[in-house]
C-alpha cells in the first residue's frame, strides 16, 4: 500500500471519529461508537493499524509516527466527549500521585542589560515631558566635539590625554587616518548635527557611548553612557530647565523631588550649574546643565537674539548604580551571565 | 583650594556662622569639598573650576566672600621701597620664546637675611599645605613669602640665588631637545624644545612655570635674591607638566588665564614682605620683558536679558550691586543696560551672558521656581528606536541575556574576524583597555571572549546578544558606523538560524531570507554562511571552528551571528494590516520526496511555491530527511514535508488537495529531478 493512501485512511479516521464521538448524548453511545474506533479486537483504528504491515518498508518510520499521532487524537476527541456527557463526573476521580507544588515546565528568558533598562526608562520620561530621541556618529570630528562647543584651542577637555583621538597613520599598513577624528567625549555632538540640520523649535534627546580616557576601577570606565537633553525657542530660561528637571527626577525617581543649582563651568552653557535632586533626606547629583551659550547658538547658525534655550547631561552608569545597589562600574561590560540574570 | 580661616579673615570680617558661609560658596560656585581643623586655624577645601583661577589665592575667596554677605574687603597695597642701583646695570633679561612666555619681569633684592619666617606665615602656609603634604615644612624666609603670596593672590612667585645665576643674564627660552634638568625635588628630568625653561647664560635654573632647579635655590647661604613674577602660556605649562609628570601649585595655576596685573601686585608684595622680614635692599626698577596683550572691554549688560534667560527678573540696583562687587567697573549706563569694564582677575568676563552668570549665581539659583508652566510638545518614537525595542523583547523573550561590551578591541580580535571589511581597522592613538585600541569590525570577537569570561566563572548557557555599532574605515573621512546585531550561542548552526528566522517574523518580514556558503578563517568551512534579505547583505552566521575556539580559550562549541540593524528598520512591518481570514478549513498533504544531495531546501521550497497559487499555499513546513543508499543510491536524499493549504471562498475537497499535491510533484520531477516516494 502506497504511504499515502495510508495516511489518508488515517486522516479519514480522525473525522469519522471525532464526528461520532461528538454526536453520542448518552454514555451507552459514547461506549458504543468507542468500541466502533477504539475497540480492542474488531475497533476501525484496529483495522487500519493492520494495514501498516502493506506500507513499504522505507515509508514505514513515517507511517508509525502518523499512526501513533492520530491514535492521540481519537483517544483525546474520546476523552472531550466522555467528560461533556459525564459532566463534572470525570473531574472527580482523584489522583493520588499528583503533586501540585512541583515546579512548573520551566522556561528560559534572556535580560535586557541594566544599562539599557535606565536608558530606555530615561528616554520614556523624556518622551513623555516633548522630547524626541537622536541618535548621532561616535567617532566625531574637531568640529562637533569642541569648536561649535564652544571649547577653544587651548582649552584642557582638548588635551590629547583627555581624549581617544584617532592614530593618524598607520604604522603597518600605511593607511591614513583622517587627522584629527576622535571618539566622542560627549553626546552633545549630536545635539550640534540636530541643530545644524533643523531649525527651532528643539526639544530633543541624545545618548549612548562616550570614550574619556580614566583608568578602569570601581567607579570609572573609558567608556560609558550619557543622556543629554536640549530644548531650544524662543522663550526658554532658566525656570524651564529648572521644571523640566524636577518633572524628569520626580517621573523617575517616582516621588515629588526638589531640584538645586550649584554654579559649574562647561564650555557650551553659560550659565551653568550642576543640577542636584533632594531625595532621602539628601542632596544627589543629577547632572550638569545650562543655558546653551551664545556661541553654540551662533555655530550651528541661529540667532541668540531670537531664541534661547537649555541643555542638560547625565552619566547613564552613575544612575543605574544608584539605583540598583551596583557598586563596581566595571560589573556592566564584564557580561557575567549571573550579573545580567539579576536585572 | 584649601584656604585658612585665619588668613582670609585679614581680608574680610567673617563674622558668620562657618557651615553657613561654606554652604553659600558652595550655592555660588565654590564647592564646599570639607574641612579640617589644622591647630588652631581651619583649612576649607573649595572646588575651584577652572574659569576661576581668582579664586586659587585666599584674596579671591575674600572677594566673593565679601560680595555674598556685603562686606567690605580690604587688600593690602603693596609699595616696597627701593633704594638699591638700577637693576637693570649689571644684569640682562631676554625672551626668547614668546609664545611660551608672553612676560617675564624681576626684581632683585641684596644682602638678605636668610632666617625663618615669621611664626604667623608658617601657621597660615601649614595650614593650606599640611594637609595635602603630611611632611610639609617651611624652608626660609624668602621661599616661604613667594609661598605665601601665592596663595594670597594665585599669582605664582620664583626666587633664585642670584649668586646661583650664571653670566648675569636671565633668557627665557624653549629647552634644548635631549636637556637635562635637575629640579628642587632632586629628580633629574629630560627636557625636549615644546617645554620653556629659565636659563642663564649656561643652563636652565627653571622649568617656567613648574619648578626651579636644585643648584639656584635659595638657601642659607643666599645673600641676593631676584625674584620672578611671569605669565607663562598656559597650554605649554599644562604640556610640560603633564610630560614631566612633575606638578606643583604654581604649575596648576599657570596652566589657567591668571590675572595679568597680577604680576606686579605680587612681585611687589613679595618685595615688600622680604624686605620687611628679611632684610635688605630693592634694586631700583624692574627686569621687565614682554607684555601680556590682553585687557578687558566694556561689556553692555542689557536688564532685560536677565529675565529672558534667569526666567525670573532681578532689580536693577541689585544688579549693579553684584557686578561691581565684584570689581567690575561702571564705565557707561542707560536706562536699558548697564556698561562695565570687568576686572583683570576675571578673564572669563566677556560677554553679556558670563555677566548674566555673575547675576545668577550671587542673587541666588535657589530663587529661579522650578513649577513654571513648561508648554507641552509633541515627542516621536524613531522607526530606529521601535525596531531596537522590539528586538530587546524578541531576543530577551527566546532566552538571550543582552550584554554590552567596549567598542574598542585589541587588534589581534579585528585579525581573528572581520567579514565586513577587509580595511585595516581604525586606531586610537592610546589604548582604551590594556592592549585595546582598535575600534571593532565587527561584534563577535567581543561576544567571544565574553563565552570565554563566563566559561572562567563556570556559568552554563551562555547565550548572548548586543546592539552595538562596528566601526568600518572608508577610503576618507568618517567611518561608516554600522549598527549590528551580534549573536552567541552554545547551540548549533540551526538553532542560531532559527533565532534569526523568529527575528524576522517578529517584525513581520516578508522578504526572503536567502543563505550563501562564505570562508572565514574563524569560522567552520561547512557552516559558514553569509545572509541576504531581499537580496541585500544581511549578515553573517556559522559555527566557531575548532582553531577558533581555541584562539578564545573555549572550551565548548559556539555559534556566532551579525546582522545589519538597518536592514530590519528598512524592511520592519511596524504597522501591521489586518487581511480578512478564511473561515474554511485547512487540509495538509505530507510529500515525501527523493531528490539529489545538491539541491537545497530553499530551491525545493521555491519550486513548491511556484507550482501552487499563492492564494492556496498558506504553509510549507520541513520535516526531516533522511537517507537510504542502499534503496537510492549514492548522493540521494529523501525529504519529508508538509503543505497546508486552504481555500478563501470554500472549503478544499480532498480531490483538489490532490491535485495541488499533483502540480507540486510534477514540478520537483520536472525542475529538480525529485521524485514522490511510495
Known amino acids: ?343 | 583650594m584649601l584656604v585658612s580661616w585665619n588668613w582670609l579673615k585679614q581680608y574680610v570680617a567673617l563674622d558668620m556662622d562657618r557651615e553657613e558661609l561654606e554652604n553659600r560658596l558652595a550655592m555660588s560656585g565654590l564647592n564646599h569639598e570639607g574641612t579640617e581643623t589644622v591647630f588652631d586655624d581651619l583649612a576649607i577645601d573649595l572646588e575651584v573650576t577652572s574659569n576661576r583661577p581668582d579664586c586659587l589665592g585666599h584674596i579671591g575667596v575674600a572677594r566673593e566672600i565679601a560680595v555674598l554677605y556685603n562686606l567690605p574687603l580690604s587688600i593690602p597695597t603693596p609699595a616696597p621701597i627701593a633704594t638699591g642701583p638700577d637693576v637693570n646695570a649689571d644684569f640682562s633679561l631676554t625672551i626668547e620664546s614668546p609664545e611660551l612666555c608672553p612676560r617675564y619681569t624681576g626684581r632683585i633684592i641684596r644682602g638678605v637675611t636668610i632666617g625663618e619666617s615669621p611664626a604667623w606665615m608658617q601657621e597660615q602656609l601649614r595650614t593650606v599645605f599640611a594637609p595635602i603634604s603630611k611632611d610639609w615644612k617651611p624652608v626660609n624666609n624668602v621661599v616661604d613669602i613667594t609661598n605665601y603670596v601665592l596663595m594670597e593672590c594665585g599669582q605664582p612667585l620664583h626666587a633664585f640665588d642670584l649668586a646661583k645665576l650664571q653670566g648675569q643674564q636671565i633668557i627665557v627660552r624653549a629647552a634644548h631637545d635631549g636637556e637635562e634638568f635637575e629640579a628642587i625635588d632632586h629628580h633629574t628630568y629630560q627636557l625636549t624644545p615644546d617645554m620653556c625653561v629659565i636659563a642663564d647664560a649656561n643652563r636652565p635654573v627653571a622649568i617656567a612655570g613648574v619648578m626651579g632647579s636644585a643648584d639656584s635655590e635659595v638657601s642659607d647661604s643666599t645673600v641676593d635674591v631676584l625674584i620672578e613674577s611671569a605669565a607663562f602660556s598656559s597650554m605649554a605649562t599644562r604640556a610640560t607638566s603633564r610630560a614631566l609628570n612633575l606638578h606643583s601649585p604654581a604649575s596648576y595655576r599657570f596652566e589657567r588665564a591668571l590675572d595679568p596685573e597680577g604680576i606686579e601686585w605680587a612681585a611687589n608684595r613679595a618685595c615688600e614682605l622680604v624686605l620687611e622680614h628679611c632684610g635688605g635692599t630693592l634694586d631700583e626698577g624692574w627686569l621687565d620683558a614682554g607684555a601680556t596683550a590682553w585687557s578687558p572691554e566694556p561689556v553692555i549688560m542689557r536688564l532685560s536679558q536677565v529675565e529672558r534667560i534667569l526666567g525670573i527678573s532681578i532689580d536693577r540696583e541689585e544688579v549693579k550691586r553684584i557686578l561691581l562687587a565684584l570689581g567690575n567697573t561702571e564705565t557707561a549706563s542707560d536706562d536699558v543696560s548697564l556698561t562695565v569694564t570687568p576686572p583683570t582677575w576675571r578673564r572669563d568676563l566677556a560677554r553679556e551672558a558670563d555677566l548674566l552668570e555673575e547675576i545668577a549665581r550671587i542673587h541666588g539659583y535657589e530663587k529661579i521656581p522650578e513649577d513654571v508652566g513648561v508648554p507641552m510638545a509633541a515627542s516621536f518614537k524613531s522607526d530606529w528606536d521601535r525596531v531596537a525595542a522590539k528586538l530587546r523583547t524578541t531576543m530577551t523573550a527566546i532566552g538571550f541575556d543582552e550584554s554590552l561590551t567596549a567598542s574598542v578591541v585589541p587588534n589581534e580580535w579585528t585579525q581573528v574576524y572581520s567579514p565586513w571589511s577587509e580595511k585595516a581597522p581604525l586606531r586610537t592613538a592610546s589604548p582604551m583597555l590594556k592592549g585595546a585600541d582598535a575600534l571593532r569590525t565587527s561584534l563577535v570577537p567581543s561576544l567571544l571572549e565574553v563565552r570565554r569570561i563566563n566559561q572562567s566563572l563556570a556559568n552554563p548557557n551562555v547565550e548572548l546578544f548586543e546592539t552595538a555599532k562596528i566601526y568600518l574605515p572608508q577610503d576618507e573621512g568618517l567611518p561608516q558606523e554600522q549598527w549590528t546585531l551580534g549573536i552567541t550561542s552554545g547551540q548549533g548552526f540551526g538553532h542560531l538560524k532559527g533565532v534569526i528566522e523568529t527575528v524576522l517574523q517578529a517584525f513581520k518580514i516578508e522578504g526572503q531570507l536567502e543563505v550563501d556558503s562564505t570562508s572565514q578563517d574563524l569560522l567552520h568551512a561547512d557552516y559558514s554562511t553569509s545572509l541576504k534579505l531581499n537580496g541585500e547583505h544581511f549578515g553573517f552566521l556559522g559555527e566557531v571552528n575548532t582553531a577558533g575556539l581555541k584562539s578564545f580559550s573555549l572550551r565548548n562549541p559556539a555559534t556566532v551571528a551579525e546582522i545589519r540593524m538597518d536592514l530590519l528598520v528598512q524592511h520592519a512591518t511596524l504597522i501591521p494590516q489586518h487581511s480578512q481570514l478564511s473561515n474554511f478549513p485547512a487540509t495538509t498533504r505530507d510529500l515525501n520526496i527523493v531528490l539529489s544531495e545538491t539541491v537545497r531546501w530553499d530551491a525545493l521550497a521555491a519550486t513548491i511555491r511556484n507550482a501552487v497559487e499563492a492564494s492556496l499555499l498558506e504553509d510549507i513546513t520541513y520535516q526531516e530527511t533522511y537517507r537510504d543508499p542502499d534503496r537510492d543510491g549514492a548522493d540521494v536524499k529523501r525529504v519529508l514535508f508538509t503543505v497546508k493549504l486552504r481555500r478563501t471562498d470554500q472549503t478544499m475537497t480532498s480531490e483538489e488537495a490532490d491535485a495541488v499535491r499533483s502540480q507540486i510533484v510534477a514540478a520537483i520531477e520536472a525542475e529538480l529531478g525529485g521524485k514522490l516516494l511510495g
Open chain 1, 1 to 343: 500500500m502506497a504511504l499515502q493512501e495510508f495516511l489518508d485512511q488515517l486522516e479519514q479516521l480522525v473525522s469519522e471519529a471525532e464526528t461520532n464521538f461528538g454526536a453520542a448524548e448518552s454514555t451507552d453511545a459514547l461506549e458504543e461508537a468507542r468500541i466502533e474506533f477504539l475497540g480492542a479486537k474488531n475497533g476501525k483504528l484496529k483495522a487500519v493499524q493492520k494495514l501498516m504491515g502493506t506500507v513499504e518498508k522505507q515509508d514505514k518510520p513515517v507511517a508509525g509516527k502518523t499512526f501513533n499521532e492520530t491514535k492521540g487524537r481519537i483517544e483525546s476527541a474520546f476523552e472531550v466527549a466522555h467528560a461533556r456527557i459525564q459532566g463534572d463526573g470525570s473531574d472527580t476521580e482523584s489522583d493520588s500521585q499528583f503533586d501540585p507544588s512541583l515546579p512548573g515546565s520551566g522556561f528560559k528568558i534572556g535580560r535586557v542589560h541594566p544599562i539599557t533598562q535606565t536608558i530606555e526608562e530615561l528616554k520614556d520620561i523624556m518622551g513623555r515631558l516633548g522630547f524626541s530621541t537622536v541618535d548621532g556618529p561616535e567617532i566625531e570630528d574637531d568640529w562637533h566635539n569642541f569648536v561649535a562647543l564652544n571649547i577653544p584651542d587651548d582649552h584642557p577637555a582638548r588635551d590629547p590625554l583627555e581624549n581617544f583621538y584617532l592614530a593618524t597613520a598607520e604604522a603597518n599598513s600605511g593607511e591614513k587616518n583622517p587627522v584629527g577624528l576622535l571618539l566622542r567625549s560627549q553626546t552633545s555632538t549630536v545635539q550640534i548635527r540636530v541643530m545644524e540640520k533643523t531649525k527651532p523649535p528643539i526639544r530633543i534627546i541624545s545618548l549612548g557611548r562616550v570614550y574619556r580616557p580614566d583608568t578602569a576601577d570601581a567607579t570609572h570606565y573609558p567608556m560609558f553612557h550619557q543622556i543629554e537633553g536640549l530644548m531650544i525657542d524662543t522663550n526658554v530660561t532658566m525656570a524651564d530647565l529648572k521644571s523640566v528637571l524636577r518633572l524628569f527626577a520626580t517621573s523617575y525617581l517616582g516621588d515629588d523631588v526638589t531640584i538645586r543649582f550649584r554654579p559649574s563651568f562647561f564650555p557650551f552653557t553659560e550659565p551653568s550649574v550642576e543640577a542636584d535632586y533632594y531625595w532621602n533626606g539628601q542632596w544627589i547629583e543629577f547632572g550638569g546643565a545650562g543655558m546653551v551659550d551664545p556661541n553654540v547658538l551662533t555655530a550651528v547658525g541661529y540667532d541668540p537674539e531670537e531664541v534661547t534655550g537649555f541643555a542638560f547631561g547625565l552619566g547613564v552608569e552613575r544612575l543605574c548604580m544608584r539605583r540598583h545597589g551596583i557598586t563596581d562600574i566595571r560589573e556592566f561590560y564584564k557580561n557575567d551571565v549571573r550579573f545580567l540574570a539579576q536585572f
